[in-house]
DNA sequence: GTAATAGTGTCTCTGAGACATTATCGT
DNA sequence: ACGATAATGTCTCAGAGACACTATTAC
């Protein structure tokens, strides 16, 4: 006969499952939260020119305690009968009514004290938004959501050696606006060099109007976008199904923040994408020719 | 009189915090599982030939049901007292008695039924371990923690079209063993392009003696670990303070399974590491210079 | 014609891959 | 002398930056 393996306690495993008792722990709560990023055309009145894009990021204001008044990332707990990505995809259907989108975890947060009411432990999600599903989005009007433009600005570094290595100190601001709000934080970013080994640390140093630690969530996610667009493909989830080379070089310079060749440009991302034989005209110069996502792309 | 704001339940803050009951919603075990690597040297008989080098991972051998005596990531619940990096770095020095080395935190896996026990939520966090220091484990017999060779191998690829994209599905083979016990595991990679989204999934087909997901954390890791070693500076994690070029050479080698010619390899290494004056003697053949890292290299 | 953007051609510089060549030990 | 690894030199090729140049429209 076949007996099930039993533990030091005498237990099989059936046994064991039954009687265990999820409760005997202490437990955080879990939250996700969403960096919903696009980026928008601004108005440009002289019809020959081309409009001029900027970043936006997707900004809810908090009706109760605590940083009521203040704007923070859209998000909430993650329920027991759903997966962090599951909950993820909810609170972004909910908040902008868009599915089948771009989403990537960023990273936990597991401060002991970033939220007053009890632990709280929050992962990140970024999602893209192409700008033209932006037009969607309005149902949900229950909750105060904002677009907020988004912008960096290096404020100054300081590095100091230390025994075994260096320490440098970078401050970022961040600000935030549209029509009738304008916010801002500022960020230390600590890189402590001691031997062989490399640690990368943020703090929030002042925060205007930006609830929780949600600027430094924000920051972060920056340079991870920035990172990523360099290396990967995520710049097309942020593009409508057909689009121009300059319109994909704008978005490209608005997310690194500086301007690009456009020779250069056009040769980096020949093989990604597909030309069409549609052209974008009435434009008062030489039409464009519009393209769309190569999927084959390797 | 400036009276403080309060919300529509005519609270203010600190009366909010009061009343606040953390125990209204119900809330998920979080727990931190460590990836331990080092880069370990293989016995050489022939005193003039190097030795070869392999990647190694720290496992444990599980005590108690579920998945009783099948080897699985080091790793334990977060307190709440401690942060979740916190709780990792003790983790590392409960299982290695080491301290001060290089941890990133990797993923954050949420799946419903990742654990029979009850709904858990794992952070895993990647720790590089110098292969000297590796001697100074030993002191924790009272778990069964063993370093595991490990190794993946390329199975299959299956590519299919759908309306909007494709299909790509690849199957990877996982090895771990040491002396005593060979484990091993199967891994199904699906990569799913539809318009200009990517999205990846992973998923365990087969595990033998591997507990939980643990599987497929650890073919994450391992590509994680071939990625950044390209673009950062970690493999100097998991080199000792003085170390030849062959040496490092090796330790790139070993991660990203292939062979590299070493005059491009000093090339691309060169403004990363210093000269020293010490040489390595009395190996049968020309003496290799000793070099350490550069914490100034940008 | 003019203002504006679209798109191409080409030079240079840098860095990686390939491979050959020289250097230096311990026995 | 031999076997082994250490270290450098150099050719080629691919890709990025720089910049000049041509093309095409709406008014």
Same mark, same amino acid.
Request: glycine content about 4%; proline content about 4%.
């Given at each position: $006969? ?10 099989? %495993? %059936? ?18 939260? $969403?960096?919903? /990023?696009?980026? +928008? ?29 203040? !704007? ?34 960023? =990273? ?17 999600? $970024? ?5 033209? *599903? ?6 949900? #009007? +229950? %909750? ?8 960096? @600005?290096? &404020?100054?570094?300081? @590095?100091? *050696? ?14 935030? !606006?549209?029509? +009738?709000? %304008? ?29 929780? #630690?949600? *600027? @430094? ?18 710049? /097309? +989830?942020? $593009? ?7 319109? &994909? ?12 060749? *456009?020779?250069? /440009?056009?040769?980096?991302?020949? #093989? @990604? ?17 519009? =393209?769309? /996502? ?5």
């Amino acid at each position: $006969m076949n007996q099930p393996p039993t533990n030091k306690d005498g237990l099989t %495993e %059936e046994q064991f499952l039954q009687r265990y008792d999820a409760s005997q722990f202490e437990r955080p709560s879990v939250t996700v939260d $969403m960096l919903i /990023f696009t980026v +928008a055309e601004e108005l440009e009145p002289n019809y020959r020119k081309l409009s001029p894009k900027s970043l936006q990021i997707l900004l809810v204001k908090r009706a109760d305690h605590p940083y009521m008044g203040h !704007w923070a990332l859209p998000g909430g707990f993650v329920s027991p009968d759903e997966s962090l990505e599951e909950a993820a995809l909810r609170e972004l259907w909910t908040e902008t009514n868009i599915d089948n989108i771009y989403l990537e975890q960023l =990273y936990t947060w597991g401060e002991v004290n970033r939220d007053p009411r009890t632990r709280v432990i929050s992962t990140s999600y $970024m999602a893209l938004v192409d700008s033209e *599903a932006l037009e969607v989005k309005a149902g949900n #009007d +229950a %909750e105060d959501a904002k677009w907020f433009r988004i912008e960096d @600005k290096w &404020l100054r570094e300081n @590095k100091m *050696a230390t025994e075994s290595g260096t320490i440098t100190e970078k401050w970022v601001e961040l600000r935030f !606006w549209n029509e +009738a709000e %304008e916010l801002s934080a500022t960020i230390k970013i600590t890189r402590t060099v001691s031997g062989r080994i490399v640690r990368e640390e943020r703090e929030i140093v002042e925060t205007n109007q930006v609830a929780f #630690d949600h *600027a @430094k969530i924000i920051q972060y996610a920056l340079e991870r976008l920035r990172n990523k667009i360099e290396y990967t493909d995520i710049a /097309f +989830a942020l $593009m409508p199904e057909l689009f121009t080379l300059t319109e &994909l070089q704008q978005v490209y310079e608005v997310i690194l923040g500086k301007e690009l060749l *456009a020779a250069a /440009f056009r040769r980096k991302v020949a #093989d @990604k994408v597909i030309e069409t034989n549609h052209y974008r005209k009435h434009a008062g110069h030489r039409p464009s020719k519009y =393209y769309r /996502f190569n999927p084959e792309w390797t």
